[in-house]
């Protein structure tokens, strides 16, 4: 049948109904209130470009080189002209057309992609797929069509390329639902999006969902404490716009909100206490917490979505923190082979690929899993390839776990013994959220969402909405490559881009690179990256950071013999301090931000690392000046990384930078003479340690005295008590993985409303 109706589907029907499409289902089949809707099935996609004659034209077409940008943008292009002007065969466009008129009254309906589960196993990444609002009779079968070319777009066949799963075998799902005319609207968290507290948080705004989600406005926000039973917070918003059916032409538009309304409280007690049921009834369905989207309409609440919450720190974190105390037992699985941090999440299986030295690389295929003592910067080329990483050695904040992080890869960081447990072509799962590898096959969790939990690229929009924060929630990127991926957050602009990723995937030192190459075309790579991601986030601010690289890291590169013998790099040439002393390749990352000012990307601010007082940034703003930067005109300012501009955080305020950004990472190591990299003492690495929290309110203080913004960029931003303290403190802006935005948005948020809260009530 091309069609199936939700009564007729449930989680089992993934494959033919697609995630979204199944969790419809099952919900309906829970007794829960969801619009009717019916499916245009998988089969029904397959059916249309075989029976149609285009699924050779169609796979022909999309079989580019994912690295050729024009070769993506016309590899779309072409597939979806095939798709949208071919007729849908007879029996397949009457079976659609007679499964709409079954709705009562010609309604409008939504017409949403639901990927299926061998396509896109991310969640958040099917969400790019086309959906559709207010659609009438006339338009359904081209809006249908619409839906399956967009299993085609450039970032879908870059993804899939990237990821090794094959264009031909991918199908695609359509759900037709009748639309709801939202009177209110809004999502429900059935525990803390972050801590797993049983507390149930909703969200609402008038008119129809999208405002909420798209973060358009402000939603009045409700929490409830389940256990209590007792509601805990009422925050009413003034909700200034709504997304609301333009009668006459069926679009969806944002009108104002009439004014006795804007500072209205939405849901009343009743209201929410019939949410609050339905929330506990979806999350009891799927024995896990549930992420939902409702609305209501002539006095009835509908569900519209649920999926799992997958940011509650719980499973992973566990397992990460107790790492160091326990050993595989823990996992709970008998067949785990190998332990370490979960520091990248996703599940994947594949084959394992111990790779000792570089030149074993040739032997990662796409989707392949590589097991190595430590990754290198030449190395990320691989990593890309690579469906997994695992290797022996690194903890949070090595190069492994940051980059595979960003690339979405999941890896097991720090296992110790991968490299000598697992062995070469065995076929192995990685569970990047838990932290081990496992043997064979490991099950993906079944749930409404598949798609999900079985693996994953999470970015930050996984959860759905963006929450409306005054404290800024920004990203950290490291390689230019992820600079979309991160800009899909939603995140408030990049608050880390490390520069020194860019000279390393040369693999060359920069005098070696300037020797080979000259200086023109180093500034030229430096330039080319940076505008990846300026272009990416624009008008959204991007700080890059100059070279800030320990010898030991240069020396693994082309050139890298000339490097200085250091008994400790961490303590050595490295940041601001070797850039003061080779002005010359300072100058020449300089000209990089001075070209893209000049070509209008005035959204990049300049970051000088490793500073320790204010005699640093005297010489280093009159390099700037010696290039032609004005540092009255350009955002710039210094990491606060070391105790000592820590405590000369006032004098540091006072050459005029805009704005100080903690390096945690190095705080840290430095603060308690713990070596960041050094497993022996990792369990004495501690960034919320009272030494270190002193010294950050303290500079937060001070920065606050002369109008200076503070951020934080290290590793820790993404622990929720950091942004609690620091946000408490009155932080500008954090700056986290990619992984972490959306978690991190909440936290922020939930902080700032108890402070509201607290200020009212004072
Ligand atoms: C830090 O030190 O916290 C930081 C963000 O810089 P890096 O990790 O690159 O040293
Ligand atoms: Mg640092």
Known sequence: MPVAWLSAISTSDVDSAGGKGASLGELRDAGLPVPPAFVVTAETYRAFIEEAGIADDLFEAVDVDSEDSAALASAEQRARELIVDTDIPERVESSILAAY????????????????????????????QETFLNVDRADLLDRIKRCWASLFT???IYYRDQQGFDHETVDIAVVVQRMVDAEKSGVMFTRHPSTGEPEITVEAAWGLGEAVVSGAVSPDNYSYDREAESIETVTVATKKTMHVRDDETGETVERSVPDEKQDERVLDETELAELHSLGELVEDHYDQPQDVEWATSDGSIYLLQSRPITTIEGSADESRNDHADTDSGESGTSDVLVDGLGASPGTVTGTARVVGTLDQLDKVNQGDI????????????????????????????????????ELGVPAVIGSENATSTLTDDQ???????????????????????????SSGRPDGSAGGTKPMTATDIKVNVSIPEAAERAAATGADGVGLLRMEHMVLSTNKTPQQYVDDHGEEAFVNTLTDSMRTVAEAFYPRPVRVRTLDAPSDE???????????????PMLGYRGIRRSLEEPETFKLQLRAFKKLYEMGYDSLELMLPLVTDAEDVHRATALLREVGIDPEKRDWGVMVETP????????????GLDFVSFGTNDLTQYTLAVDRNNGTVADRYDEL??????????????????????????????????????????????????????????????????????????
């Open 370 to 405: 590589i097991v190595t003592e430590m990754t290198t910067p030449d190395m990320v080329p691989a990593m890309k390839r690579a469906g997994a990483l695992v290797t022996d050695e690194g903890g949070m904040t090595s190069h492994a776990a940051i980059v595979s992080r």
């Open 689 to 762: 340690h009272p030494a270190v929290m002193g010294l950050l309110h303290d500079v937060i203080e001070t920065c606050r005295e002369y109008d200076v913004s503070t951020s934080i960029c290290g590793q820790a931003a993404s622990k929720p008590r950091m942004i609690q303290e620091l946000v408490d403190a009155g932080i500008t802006s954090v700056s986290v993985n990619v992984d972490a935005v959306h978690d991190a948005q909440r936290e922020a948020k939930r902080v700032e409303q108890r402070l509201i809260l607290e200020s009212v009530r004072d």
């Open 427 to 453: 076929m192995v799962s990685v569970d990047g959220d838990r932290g081990v590898v496992a043997d064979g096959h490991r099950e993906p969790a079944t749930d409404g969402e598949p798609q999900s939990a």
């Open 644 to 655: 000592a501009s820590a405590l000369c955080i006032e004098e540091l305020c006072e050459t």
């Open 154 to 156: 450039q970032r879908a």
């Open 101 to 128: 008129d079954d709705f009562e009254g010609d309604p409008f309906v939504a017409v949403r992609s639901s990927a299926t589960a061998e396509d896109l196993p991310d969640a958040s990444f099917a969400g790019q």
């Open 554 to 568: 240069f020396r693994q590169l082309e050139g890298g013999d000339d490097e200085p013998s250091e008994h400790n």
